[in-house]
């Protein structure tokens, strides 16, 4: 039986119009390889290999020179390979852990040392059970003398019960994938009210990421895209953009250059894509 797939394309195409000079893929993951980086014993999913190389190919190809490279759950709490990754990108990527809520303070502050600036915490039923929300909060006044941010993933519909926990946060809290929507029920649902809501507190951004999991369509799709582009146009300085490659437990292959061709419609201005992919997440990944 053969193994896993790789998720992630063979050969991105070139984006249509050069990215500006510095910017950067606010979310990626990278898995293994397995030989040197094996998959955690009881992970949600095994994925194929997509190690480091493979993403500095493909942010070649983008003109991608920073990134944050997010802990992946097929990995559990075992940083090493995000570790690896951004260490030998010498300050120019950093990244973003996966923790228990009652971790110790000397590996809080190991992960920070090594270039990690945030936790990110799963609430999606397909992960697995996590920490629980008031656990999270507790721990975020840990974070907070580290300069490191809560980063949460949840299902839209749990953004009702999540958004008065998180506001209670120590810390900036960065919300993944638009919120998780469901692109099919339209901008004036009450999901994506929610978000609006949760949005105007100034300690909350957004990554307009994760086009192709919000959509009902095939590429390009065309029904996630006014979600970013309404995220951008209110809330400029606290959006951050993201390929999500290698685009795990995803039903297709999405194309990287073709996934940053979208920024024309998510930022039509170039004010805006400055701001998107070069000055918000310079100014919050303090990246070198």
Not at 51 to 74: D, N, R, Y
Not at 93 to 113: F, I, N, S, T
Not at 141 to 168: D, K, N, T
Not at 221 to 236: C, I, N, S
Request: proline share 9%; glycine share 6%.
């Amino acid at each position: 039986m053969s193994g896993p797939q790789p998720s992630f394309h063979p050969a991105p195409g070139k984006p249509k119009q050069r990215l500006p000079a510095g910017a950067c893929d606010s979310h990626v993951h990278v898995f293994g390889p397995s030989s040197v980086f094996p998959y955690a014993r009881g992970a949600p999913f095994i994925p194929h290999d997509a190690p480091k190389e493979k993403l500095f190919a493909m942010h070649a190809v983008l003109g991608i020179e920073h990134c944050v490279i997010v802990q992946s759950t097929c990995h559990g709490f075992d940083n090493s390979a995000v570790a690896d990754a951004i260490t030998a990108k010498r300050g120019a990527y950093c990244g973003v852990a996966l923790a228990p809520a009652r971790v110790d303070e000397r590996e809080l502050k190991r992960l920070a040392g090594l270039g990690f600036r945030g936790i990110r915490f799963n609430f999606m039923q397909h992960l697995g059970a996590g920490s629980k929300i008031e656990e999270v909060i507790d721990m975020s006044a840990r974070l907070a003398p580290l300069g490191m941010h809560l980063q949460v993933h949840f299902e839209s519909s749990l953004i009702h019960e999540l958004a008065p926990w998180l506001r209670r946060s120590a810390v900036p809290v960065v919300i993944d994938h638009m919120g998780r929507m469901d692109a099919s029920r339209g901008l004036d649902q009450p999901d994506f009210r929610a978000l609006l809501e949760l949005m105007q507190d100034e300690r909350f951004l957004v990554k307009v990421s994760g086009a192709e999991r919000c959509t009902r369509q095939a590429p390009p799709y065309r029904d996630a895209l006014p979600f970013a582009a309404k995220l951008v146009a209110e809330f400029p300085a606290r959006t951050l953009w993201g390929t999500d490659w290698p685009h795990p437990n995803l039903n297709h292959v999405p194309d990287d250059g073709q996934l940053a061709d979208l920024l024309e419609e998510i930022a039509p201005a170039t004010q805006q894509r400055q701001a998107l992919l070069v000055d918000n997440p310079r100014r919050f990944y303090r990246y070198a």
